[in-house]
T-cell receptor
Framework: AQTVTQSQPEMSVQEAETVTLSCTYDTSESNYYLFWYKQPPSRQMILVIRQEAYKQQNATENRFSVNFQKAAKSFSLKISDSQLGDTAMYFCAFMNLYNFNKFYFGSGTKLNVKP | NAGVTQTPKFQVLKTGQSMTLQCAQDMNHNSMYWYRQDPGMGLRLIYYSASEGTTDKGEVPNGYNVSRLNKREFSLRLESAAPSQTSVYFC????????????FGPGTRLTVL
């Protein structure tokens, strides 16, 4: 079974600064997807960014980028120019390409952006 | 286009009572999912339905049943609620023509006394 670990239960960052959230995973598979989801106080899960394991280039979406280290099984999320609206829980998730009906989620990191 | 909707938003049950959580999506997705979210544990998959007419167990299926009523709707039933089922429940859907991302509903907060 796959496991996803987020070792930072809570983090804080000043508005306009950069913050990095960590995620590691354990799998014996070679083809998979990794995701970061954001869950604001409204509780709805919102996709932030997606990374295909076969791609060496790190994914970016505006202020959000990832550092994907396949050999180390590490998948960190960098948020640049942090905004108050970034305050939320962030979940790292893993999906096996051959069983893509099953997502595995980490326990989440609560990010507080301070003015 | 409402995306994924869930009803109810909140529910309080007594131990032993039954209830059904409803989920519907209007994105014409084939796959639908039910998760539970507990503090410090992230989301765990309860059941999923890869396509209309099929359902499969996830990580934590005990105490739950599901019905894929049609392509749009996927319900989760608690036959005899227990305090351990106090949680926030999320429904999600995705298109599986190619591996894709999941779209989540707003969640249902369930408390079992």
């Amino acid at each position: 079974a796959q496991t996803v670990t987020q070792s930072q239960p809570e983090m804080s960052v000043q508005e306009a600064e950069t913050v990095t959230l960590s995620c590691t995973y354990d799998t014996s598979e070679s083809n998979y997807y990794l995701f970061w989801y954001k869950q604001p106080p409204s509780r709805q899960m919102i996709l932030v960014i997606r990374q295909e394991a076969y791609k060496q280039q790190n994914a970016t979406e505006n202020r959000f980028s990832v550092n994907f280290q396949k050999a180390a099984k590490s998948f960190s999320l960098k948020i640049s120019d942090s905004q108050l609206g970034d305050t939320a829980m962030y979940f790292c998730a893993f999906m096996n390409l051959y069983n893509f009906n099953k997502f595995y989620f980490g326990s989440g990191t609560k990010l507080n952006v301070k003015p | 286009n409402a995306g994924v909707t869930q009803t109810p938003k909140f529910q309080v049950l007594k131990t032993g009572q039954s209830m059904t959580l409803q989920c519907a999506q209007d994105m014409n997705h084939n796959s639908m999912y039910w998760y539970r979210q507990d503090p410090g544990m992230g989301l765990r998959l309860i059941y999923y339905s890869a396509s209309e007419g099929t359902t499969d167990k996830g990580e934590v299926p005990n105490g739950y049943n599901v019905s894929r009523l049609n392509k749009r709707e996927f319900s989760l039933r608690l036959e005899s609620a227990a305090p351990s089922q106090t949680s926030v429940y999320f429904c999600a859907s995705s298109e599986v023509a190619v591996p894709d991302t999941q779209y989540f509903g707003p969640g249902t907060r369930l408390t079992v006394l």
